[in-house]
């Protein structure tokens, strides 16, 4: 395609992607460099039906004048990211000079909350990824190799769990783990211990989450790769099975490389997707096991009364820097490609 | 005949209520929690909105949407039913109206003590009265011989009794759920124990002390009396726990004791309920457990006529006698002409017993905020007491330092 087609092709999506994705992105990122001007504290007198007492409120009339002069708050650089509910470098130092073997620093570091939230994002990220992909072309495989009469319906079965809204999805799960629930209760009398819990024990709720998250994710895959599986040539298959060749042998040395390109897309999605989750921890109501970088943001921007613009824009923007950090392997590796085929 | 004479003299005084508010212009747009007494009251309210536009929103998530909501301008809506806790950030941020001149004008019904007053600007009209109590199962205390708790400590004592009795797995349950939950119960707790949450005078965090370990302690203590799943259980879970027979001792709402005693479920689970009062816990003599209002604020970017036709229909159901007699279970009304009955006795021996306010302090929500997230490790058993409350309090200042209170 010439330049200029592609261009005026490609002109509405990318008007709307700088409009609705750029911009935001940006208003975002000067967001997380300021922080609310000093509050301006009066003592009043407060009356309620159980009483009256001196105690401070906001002084209005003193704060909207500082507002108006700067709307935006006070400049506070990269304050908002190296305190303690983000990067904790103070913490993180002081952790390091006082802790006397390397697992307590690590234990008190994973204990702060942007840590804690990073920790639980990347061994989602980690465990469910490579298994999606897996499950997913095992299923492809599969499926593919049926009976076209039967293949219909369970092609649907199959895409089922990803039909299925996540908050219901994980609400069924939910329900499922309850202490008596199906499973909850039956785990209970298989380790016979009438106080386990699964949505209390920290290590039980993330195996939950993630088979959760593998159960959902598992259709994406299984979809991409059974499109792919359709455009493998017959004839190297066929030579193949004249020389002998197993099943694996088959997969391995003319499938896999014919649908890698494919594979590539699918970990690329995947991982982005996983690195955001969020859904299956209001779920689960595991706010309390699990946090992820994406639940951080939404509590400071809703589980508080008082709302931390400048705190969740500061997460959100090191969420688009992890992503970008995690996608640049797979990016460059794509690229390389690029140039070598050309 | 009772009931068509009911009936007629319920018709005449609709048509009273209308006549009497006579509204003309103006829209109503009211934000409000969704519990049984508020529905009850903006229906109410509803009764005399003479020709003015009436909509309504209950909604759970109600924190979520007020600021936002009320920032715009025009705001979305014009009434914001709101608590001690959550009229804070409306006015942190200066978006409710003060009303003294409304009051003046057209609040002849609303007593004087329901008025909440900063600084002599009344921002808002309180109508009901909340605390969080026990609830006890009167059958199951008298199978085990147990007396009804005053304090903790007893509570802890019964429901230990119960399970070895082998009655129920978890006797004891409370809204545990982490985040907003199980930040109310410390702060119940802690005041329980007579803690202050912040040194005098400033915003420095002050709970980082032996009576903040034994709040944490006790809360320990309940928990393993509950329900395994406690972390995820909020005040609608717990009261299904109640009704399905699995708990003999609870802490929960005065408010929603009405749903929970309502014909719905075991019959004889709800004739075995007894409504007393809020336990106190170590030695003190102030109940564990907090005092609530709730009222209505009047949003300040809406028009001075929205306002006016707001306050007015609000007014005609904070200060109705009719309604307060109706729905005499619904609430602890803090209206002229109601009467407590068996349902208000929580609220009532609150307030009797001295229980405090909800501190209505402009920082308190982020406080509140740090408690809910940083005390669930010590309830998992992976840190200790002291650990958690130095991370309450380090997660609390990096908060309000971002929001200019440090």
């Known amino acids: ?342 | 005949m009772k009931k068509i004479l009911i009936a007629i003299s319920f018709l005449l005084f609709s048509t009273y209520a209308n006549a009497d508010c006579n509204i003309k212009s103006g829209s109503i747009n009211i934000l409000a929690n969704d519990f049984p007494a508020l529905r009850t009251l903006v229906e109410t309210a509803k009764e005399c909105k003479g020709s003015a536009d009436f909509k309504v929103t209950h909604s759970a998530e109600h924190n979520k949407i007020a600021v936002p909501a009320l920032t715009a301008n025009p705001s979305e809506f014009s009434v914001r039913v709101a608590a001690n806790s959550s009229i804070v950030p409306l006015m942190n941020a200066d978006l409710i109206r003060p009303m003294n001149d409304l009051v003046k004008k057209y609040g002849k019904g609303i007593q004087d003590s329901q008025l909440i007053t900063i600084d002599g600007k009344v921002m808002a009209v309180a109508f009901m009265a909340n605390t969080q109590h026990l609830y006890v199962r009167t059958d199951v205390l008298k199978e085990n011989g147990i007396a009804i708790p005053k304090t903790y400590e007893e509570v802890v004592a019964a429901s230990e009794k119960i399970r070895a009795a082998g009655k129920m797995k978890y006797p004891y349950a409370a809204a545990y759920k982490a985040g907003w939950n199980l930040a109310e119960e410390f702060v119940n707790m802690y005041i329980g124990h007579g803690g202050e949450f912040f040194k005098a005078g400033t915003a420095q965090p002050n709970i980082n002390n032996a009576k903040g370990v034994a709040t944490l302690n006790m809360l320990k203590k309940l928990a393993d009396l509950s329900n395994p799943d406690y972390l995820t259980h909020d005040s609608e879970a717990i009261k299904v726990e109640w009704e399905s027979g699995n708990v003999a001792i609870m802490t929960l709402w005065a408010s929603r004791s009405g749903t929970l005693l309502d014909d719905e479920g075991d019959a004889k689970i709800t004739a075995a309920t007894k409504l007393v009062a809020p336990a106190t816990v170590g030695g003190g003599n102030i109940p564990a457990a907090t005092l609530w209002w709730d009222g209505f604020t009047l949003a300040k970017n809406r028009s001075d006529a929205d306002a006016e036709a707001s306050f007015r229909s609000l007014a005609h159901a904070a200060s109705s006698k009719e309604m307060v007699a109706k729905a005499a279970d619904q609430a602890v009304w803090l209206v002229e002409g109601f009467v407590p009955g068996p349902k208000s006795v929580g609220v009532i021996e609150a307030v009797k017993m001295g229980a405090k306010p909800y501190p209505m302090l402009p920082q308190m929500g982020l406080m509140h905020g740090a408690l809910g997230s940083e005390i669930v490790e010590f309830l998992q058993g992976n840190e200790s007491a002291e650990q958690a409350l130095k991370d309450v309090e380090a997660a609390y200042m990096t908060k309000a330092k971002e929001q200019g209170f440090l």
């Open chain 1, 1 to 342: 395609m010439p330049n200029k087609n592609f261009f005026w092709f490609f002109l509405p999506a990318g008007l709307a992607m700088i409009l609705f994705i750029g911009l935001p992105i940006i208003s975002t990122g000067i967001q997380s460099f300021y922080a609310q001007h000093d509050q301006i504290l009066i003592n009043v007198k407060k009356c309620d039906p159980f009483g009256c007492k001196e105690s401070v409120v906001v002084d209005q009339e003193a704060t909207s004048k500082i507002r108006e002069e700067k709307p935006l708050g006070k400049f506070n650089g990269f304050k908002t990211y190296i305190d303690r509910n983000h990067l904790a470098t103070d913490q993180v130092s002081e952790f390091w000079e006082e802790s006397k073997s390397f697992g307590e620093f690590i234990g008190k570091v994973g204990n702060l909350p942007f840590y804690k939230a990073l920790v639980f994002t990347l061994t989602y990220c980690i465990i469910v990824t490579p298994c999606v992909l897996l499950l997913g072309f095992v299923i492809a495989l599969s499926l593919n190799a049926i009976s076209r009469k039967i293949r219909g319906p369970l092609i649907f079965g199959t895409i089922l769990p990803m039909i299925v809204t996540p908050l219901v999805g994980s609400l069924v799960l939910f329900w499922m783990i309850d202490a008596e629930g199906i499973i909850g209760a039956n785990l209970q009398i298989l380790m016979d211990d009438p106080y386990l819990s699964v949505k209390s024990s920290k290590s039980l709720t993330w195996i939950t989450i993630i088979i959760y998250g593998i159960w959902h994710h598992s259709p994406f895959a299984f979809v991409v790769f059974y499109a792919a599986l359709q455009t493998v040539p017959q004839e190297p298959l066929e030579a193949s099975i004249i020389d002998g060749a197993s099943r694996l042998q088959r997969v391995i040395h003319i499938v896999l490389p014919h649908i890698y390109p494919v594979v590539t897309f699918v970990a690329l999605i995947s991982l982005m997707d996983n690195f955001r989750v969020f859904e299956p921890i209001i779920g689960f109501s595991a706010e309390g096991s699990a946090q992820s970088l994406s639940w951080l943001i939404y509590d400071n921007l809703v589980n508080e009364e008082v709302i931390l613009f400048g705190s969740a824009a500061a997460t959100s923007i090191m969420t688009i820097i992890g992503i970008s950090i995690i996608l640049a392997p797979v990016l460059i590796r794509t690229w390389r490609e690029f140039r070598t085929n050309r």
